[in-house]
């Protein structure tokens, strides 16, 4: 009888490609989070969208651009999390305050908004 294979969840791949419906909410969630938070310490958030990808950037005066974290959506609220990483020039597969892979997009981003605190 051959192995049975067996699937395991890999928070690094796959994904879906975000609804329409959905980049708008998450869109909301993320600039609420950033006004409550980290007023004054940003000049502009950057949201963008592709495919399965939230990109979170943050633009402070002066002339001081920050790529702070890559989300991977999976489903409403469980999205990966990649923290883009200076010393790499990369992002690379993060976990959420609590230890998972997966969780909201705004605690990605007050996880990744350390850059703003400086």
């Known amino acids: ?18 609804p329409d419906p959905i980049k708008h909410v998450v869109e909301e969630r993320i600039k609420r ?11 502009r958030l950057i949201i963008r969208f592709k495919g399965k ?8 005066e002066p002339n001081v651009f920050f790529h702070l974290c890559r989300l991977r959506y999976f489903d409403d609220d469980n999205w ?4 883009y990483t200076y010393s790499h020039e990369k992002y690379e597969l993060s976990v959420y305050a609590n230890g998972k892979f997966t969780g ?6 007050l996880l990744s908004a350390v850059y703003l605190t400086a």
């Open 1 to 18: 009888m051959p192995p049975r294979k067996t699937w395991v969840f890999n928070p690094g791949v796959g994904g879906k490609k975000i």
């Open 33 to 43: 989070t950033a006004e409550k938070h980290f007023k004054g310490k940003y000049t």
């Open 53 to 60: 990808f939230c990109y979170i950037d943050a633009y402070r």
């Open 80 to 83: 990966g999390f990649a923290f």
């Open 104 to 109: 909201k997009p705004e605690d990605a981003f």
